[in-house]
């Protein structure tokens, strides 16, 4: 079978199972779509007080994305063009979920997922710039955005290949993950984004 039409509908599958909706779910009968910042991510279900929980999401989402790609690279080895879709397909599919009516996740640990499975020079690269944002602000959504733009630039250092797919897959992924903050990046701007670990000031 050609391996892109078995990676790429995997990977979309894989990518749309909403791992942090589900745990809040199964665990405590909630919908994590009504709390916080309204998000499926790790952040918002570990906001929710399900420390565990979002430990365990963040594991999920990062692992089932970083499958889809180990799937695409096993089936044709060195393949960069499929890899690199399949990545796209993976945090499509976490972002835009058909069981939840296409409105999914902000595609952070999913986009973790498939960097490591591309590059795990690249994904450590990259997470040292989110872990340096994130220490001086305590904004994940903020690290999330600069980490994710930085992306493409270790992507294309320490990729095999360096074609129009590979390139475009890779400055594809962070813009998605930008343009899924935009409530964060007004919430940055007015001053009222929520620091990870800090609650509310009661006014
Ligand atoms: O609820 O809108 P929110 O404040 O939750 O959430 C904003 C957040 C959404 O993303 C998540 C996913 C979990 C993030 C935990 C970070 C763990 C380490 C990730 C390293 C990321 C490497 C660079 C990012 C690449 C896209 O943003």
């Known amino acids: ?80 063009d499929l890899a690199v879709i399949t990545a796209v397909a993976a945090i499509v599919g976490h972002v835009f979920p058909i069981w939840l009516g296409f409105r999914g996740g902000k595609g952070v640990a999913s986009a973790l997922g498939v960097m490591l499975a591309l590059s795990l020079a690249a994904a450590a690269c990259t997470f040292g710039i989110f872990l340096v944002i994130f220490l001086l602000t305590r904004y994940v959504s903020l690290a999330s955005m600069i980490g994710s733009a930085t992306f493409p630039l270790f992507g294309l250092y320490f990729l095999p290949q360096r074609t129009p797919l590979v390139i475009a897959g890779l400055i594809f992924i962070p813009l998605l993950v930008i343009v899924k903050h935009h409530e964060n990046i007004r919430r940055l701007l007015a001053g009222t984004e929520s620091r990870f670990g800090k609650k509310k000031a009661v006014a």
């Open 1 to 80: 079978m050609n391996p892109w039409l078995l990676s790429i509908p995997l990977a979309y599958l894989l990518g749309s199972i909403p791992f942090g909706y589900l745990l809040v779910k199964i665990f405590r009968h909630e919908d994590i779509r009504a709390t916080g910042s309204g998000n499926i991510g790790a952040t918002n279900v570990a906001r929710s007080g399900a420390k565990g929980l979002g430990i365990a999401t963040l594991l999920l989402d990062v692992g089932k994305s970083f499958l889809a790609v180990k799937i695409a690279l096993h089936l044709a080895p060195g393949n960069y």
